[in-house]
């Protein structure tokens, strides 16, 4: 059974709430979903639905473009730290198949 994402990561705000909690335009969060920074998912109607997550984050893209970094910059920072994440998880799951495998203990 799948589990379901945290109130965090639950896709259901639309664009105009998203706009003023964040104080950016419609617009411009249209264009940095076209810029691939922020994914959101679509209702059945095809409207746009955000995370509390996507939020932080839209802030976050929005004060980098403040201090003048360019969406491309951004976008790049955001595959170096996917492609850690992914990085760390595949070590852990490693560590984790060798305790396994040989029955060594986490300590506690």
Do not use: C, H, W
């Not at 419609?26 to 939020?55: C, H, M, T």
């Amino acid at each position: 059974m799948a589990e379901s994402p945290s109130y965090k990561e639950r896709k259901v705000i639309t664009i105009g709430v998203v706009s003023e909690l964040t104080g950016l335009s419609e617009r411009q969060i249209r264009y940095y979903e076209e810029r691939k920074l922020v994914f959101p998912e679509r209702s059945p109607k095809g409207n746009r639905k955000y995370s509390f997550a996507d939020v932080e984050l839209l802030i976050d893209i929005a004060n980098k473009r403040e201090e003048g970094v360019q969406t491309f910059e951004i976008r790049q920072d955001m595959i170096r730290e996917e492609k850690k994440k992914e990085k760390r998880m595949r070590k852990q799951l490693l560590r984790g198949e060798i305790n396994a495998r040989f029955g060594i203990q986490k300590e506690r």
